[in-house]
């Protein structure tokens, strides 16, 4: 196998796993916004919407991943379609605060 097809292949079980684990909800520590609130802001927050809108999107790019080593000739296009799903998400993130919120 060729180097680039490990690496993308590191990357997929990578986005996997911690996938996996936002999903579930342990990995609420690693979003930036979270460490930034205090006590007060940290009950607020509805961890668990946040884990799994992260989780998702951990999936998502690993299947664009994915594609990259199944596809190579659609490298272009799964680079495309990577930036519109992480423009869609950070729209759809910042429009509606109010369903992160107890």
């Given at each position: 196998m060729?180097?680039?097809v490990v690496l993308a292949l590191f990357f997929v079980?990578?986005?996997i796993v911690l996938g996996v684990q936002s999903y579930r909800g342990k990995l609420t520590r690693l979003m930036a916004d979270y460490l930034a609130?205090?006590?007060q802001g940290k009950k607020q927050l509805d961890e668990k919407f946040l884990g799994k809108i992260q989780g998702g999107l951990a999936f998502i790019f690993?299947?664009?991943a994915g594609g990259?080593?199944?596809f190579p000739k659609l490298q272009t296009f799964l680079l495309l379609a990577q930036i519109i799903v992480l423009f869609v998400f950070i729209l759809y993130l910042n429009s509606t605060p109010k369903k992160f919120k107890n």
């Open positions: 060729a180097w680039n079980l990578l986005l609130q205090n006590a690993a299947g664009l990259y080593i199944l």
